[in-house]
C-alpha cells in the first residue's frame, strides 16, 4: 500500500470494522467498547489481513486520549461527588488500593519489577465510565442512593488516575528503567513534576478561566455554529498540547483541566454537544488503537495469568468494594450493586497500561493482559447483573417485603403520579422554553432528559422530571404514559424521535404527540410513525418573521377610521 493513502486506510478500516463489530457487540446486549476492541485485534499485526499503520495508531490513540479526558473534564461533577464523599472517597481510595496491591501480587508471581506491578495493578483498579452508566440506566438506579454512590465512586478513581498521568513520568524518570534510584531522586523528580503540575494549574485558574468564557461568548456570538465548535477543539487541543510543551505535563492532564473549566461556563452544555460528534470518533479510534496493540495469543500462552487478571478484576476488587460498602452500614442490595458495577476495567486502564508500556515500566505482556482482562470482563458484566437482577428476585419472592428489594434504599426522586399531563421530551433550547410555559399556566408537565445537568436544573425549577432516553421502555415507562394526554418532542433528533413515538402510541392509543423537525423527510418520517403533527422549526420561524414584518411600517397594513369600521 502506498504510504501516503496509510491514513485514509486507517480510518475506513477502523471507523467499518469498528461500526460492524460494535453494533453487533450492542445487538448482543454488551458494551459497544467490544466491539471497538475487537475491531483493533482485526486491524492489528497480530491477526491476518489489513494491518493498520503502527506509527499512526499511537498518535490516533494520542487524539482520542487528550478529546476522551476533555469530555471527562467537561462532565466532572464535584456537587455528585460531594453528596456520597463519606463513602464514596475512602471507599474508592481503599478498593483501588486492594486491588493494585492484587495485581502487584500477580506481577511478583511472574517476576516482573516492582514498578511495573504497582502500574499493572493500578490499571486493575478502576472501572469503564461507559459500561457503569449504561448498567446503571438501564436499571434506573442513576436517581438512587446506591447510584449515586456508583457515579462518586467513579469520579474518585477517575480522580486517581488523573493524580497517576502526571506521578507515573516522574517516577520512570527517576528509576531510569531500573530501580537503583534512591528516595533522594525520587524525591527531586517528584518535586519538579509537582511543581510544574502547580504552575499550570495556578496559570489556568488566573488565566485560563478568564480566557476560556471569553473565547467562548464573543465566537458564540457571531452566530456560527461551526466557527465556536472548531473554537472548543482548539481549546481542548491547544490546551493539551500548550500543557505538555511548556509545563511538561501529560496532554491528559491538560485536556482534563480544560475541560473542567470550560464546565464552569455557562456555554458547557453547548461545547458539549457541538464537541460531541468529534470526541465519539476519536474515542472510537482511540480503542480501536488500543485494539492494534492486544496480541490474542497470549489467551493460549498465558491462560493461567489471564484467569488470575480477570478473577482480580471480577472477584478481587469487587469482594473489597462489598466489604467496604457494608462496613459502612448500607444494606445488602447496595453493597452487591455497586461491587458488580466495579466489576470490569476500560478507558482509564487502558491509558494507564499505554502509558506504562511508552515509559517501559510495563512489559508488553502486562498490557495484553489488561486488555485481555477488559475485553473478558466487560462481556461478563452484563451476565453479572443478569445474575444479580435473577438473585434480588428470587429473594422477593421468598420473602416477599424483606428481601433486598432493587429500589429499596430509596429513589431520591417521587414517582410520577400526575394525570392527564403532558410529556416534554427534551430540555434543551426548545423543550425548556416550552415545559415553562406551559407549567406556568397550571398544566401538568413531566419532563424527560438524559443529560444529568438539565435534569439537575429541571427539578430545581419544579418540574416533575425523569432523567432517561425515551427511547427505553424503563424510562418511558416511568413517565406514566397511559395516564398522559399528550406528548411533546422537543429533541431535534427526529429519526430517533420516530421510534420512540411508535412505542408511546403502542402504550397508550389515545395520546397525542406533537413533534419538532428540521425537514419535510423529516416530518414525513415523523408522521408516518404516529406523531399527530410535526412542527418545522425553520418554518413557522419564517411565518413569525414575515407577521412581525407586516406588522413594522411602512408595511403594515393601513388602520380602518372608526366611522366606516362601523358603517
Not at 475491531?39 to 493498520?52: D, E
Not at 525520587?186 to 495556578?202: E, S, W
Not at 457541538?274 to 482511540?286: E, G, H, N, Q, T
Not at 427505553?472 to 398522559?484: F, I, S
Amino acid at each position: 500500500m502506498q504510504h501516503h493513502t496509510s491514513l485514509i486506510a486507517i480510518l475506513v478500516y477502523g471507523f467499518v470494522l469498528a461500526f460492524a463489530l460494535g453494533a453487533l457487540a450492542n445487538r448482543l446486549r454488551l458494551s459497544p467498547l467490544v466491539g471497538y476492541l475487537l475491531a483493533g485485534v482485526l486491524a492489528g499485526p497480530f491477526t491476518p489481513g489489513f494491518v493498520g499503520d503502527a506509527e499512526l495508531a499511537p498518535q490516533l490513540a494520542e487524539i482520542g486520549v487528550i478529546l476522551l479526558m476533555f469530555g471527562v473534564g467537561l462532565h466532572f461533577s464535584l456537587r455528585d461527588l460531594m453528596s456520597v464523599k463519606n463513602i464514596a472517597i475512602p471507599g474508592a481510595i481503599a478498593q483501588t488500593a486492594v486491588a493494585t496491591g492484587l495485581g502487584w501480587g500477580l506481577a511478583e508471581l511472574m517476576g516482573w519489577r516492582h514498578i511495573e506491578g504497582i502500574i499493572f495493578g493500578f490499571s486493575l483498579a478502576t472501572a469503564s465510565t461507559v459500561v457503569l452508566l449504561r448498567a446503571m440506566e438501564e436499571r434506573r438506579l442513576l436517581d438512587t442512593r446506591r447510584g449515586k454512590i456508583a457515579v462518586g465512586w467513579l469520579i474518585v478513581e477517575d480522580l486517581a488516575c488523573v493524580v497517576a498521568l502526571v506521578l507515573i513520568p516522574a517516577f520512570a524518570g527517576a528509576l531510569g528503567g531500573g530501580e537503583a534510584a534512591g528516595p533522594a531522586e525520587i524525591g527531586k523528580a517528584l518535586a519538579i513534576t509537582l511543581g510544574k503540575v502547580a504552575a499550570f494549574v495556578a496559570f489556568m485558574l488566573v488565566v485560563g478561566r478568564k480566557a476560556i468564557p471569553w473565547v467562548l461568548e464573543r465566537i458564540a456570538g457571531t452566530g456560527s455554529r461551526e466557527l465556536f465548535t472548531l473554537a472548543v477543539l482548539s481549546i481542548a487541543m491547544g490546551v493539551a498540547f500548550g500543557s505538555a510543551e511548556l509545563f511538561g505535563v501529560s496532554f491528559a492532564l491538560g485536556a482534563f483541566f480544560a475541560g473542567m473549566l470550560l464546565n464552569e461556563s455557562e456555554f458547557s452544555h453547548q461545547a458539549a454537544n457541538d464537541s460531541l460528534p468529534m470526541r465519539d470518533a476519536f474515542a472510537v479510534l482511540f480503542f480501536v488503537s488500543v485494539g492494534m496493540l492486544f496480541d490474542p495469543h497470549i489467551l493460549v500462552q498465558h491462560p493461567l495469568q489471564v484467569l488470575a487478571t480477570t478473577l482480580i478484576i471480577v472477584f478481587g476488587k469487587s469482594a473489597a468494594a462489598y466489604a467496604i460498602v457494608r462496613l459502612f452500614g448500607h444494606p445488602n442490595a447496595t453493597a452487591l450493586t455497586i461491587s458488580t458495577s466495579l466489576a470490569q476495567i476500560g478507558e482509564f486502564a487502558f491509558i494507564i497500561a499505554g502509558l506504562g508500556l511508552s515509559l517501559k515500566i510495563l512489559p508488553k505482556d502486562g498490557l495484553d493482559l489488561v486488555l485481555a482482562g477488559a475485553l473478558i470482563t466487560i462481556m461478563l458484566n452484563p451476565l453479572l447483573f443478569m445474575a444479580l437482577d435473577r438473585w434480588q428476585a428470587r429473594q422477593e419472592a421468598v420473602s416477599p417485603g424483606t428481601a433486598p428489594n432493587p429500589h429499596a434504599d430509596e429513589p431520591t426522586v417521587d414517582p410520577i403520579t400526575a394525570n392527564d399531563h403532558i410529556i416534554v421530551v427534551g430540555y434543551g433550547r426548545v423543550g425548556r422554553q416550552l415545559a415553562h410555559l406551559l407549567h406556568d399556566r397550571g398544566l401538568p408537565v413531566v419532563v424527560v432528559e438524559h443529560d444529568a445537568d438539565r435534569v439537575t436544573a429541571a427539578r430545581a425549577s419544579g418540574l416533575a422530571t425523569v432523567r432517561g432516553n425515551i427511547a427505553n421502555a424503563r424510562v418511558m415507562q416511568e413517565t406514566a404514559p397511559e395516564r398522559a394526554k399528550l406528548a411533546i418532542f422537543a429533541m431535534p433528533q427526529a429519526l430517533e424521535a420516530g421510534e420512540a413515538i411508535e412505542r408511546l402510541k403502542a402504550a397508550n392509543p389515545g395520546i397525542s404527540v406533537l413533534s419538532r423537525a428540521h425537514s419535510e423527510a423529516e416530518v414525513k418520517h415523523l408522521l408516518a410513525h404516529g406523531a399527530d403533527a410535526a412542527v418545522l422549526a425553520e418554518r413557522e420561524l419564517a411565518y413569525s418573521l414575515r407577521d412581525m414584518v407586516l406588522a413594522m411600517p411602512p408595511w403594515r397594513a393601513p388602520r380602518q377610521p372608526a366611522d366606516a369600521t362601523a358603517a
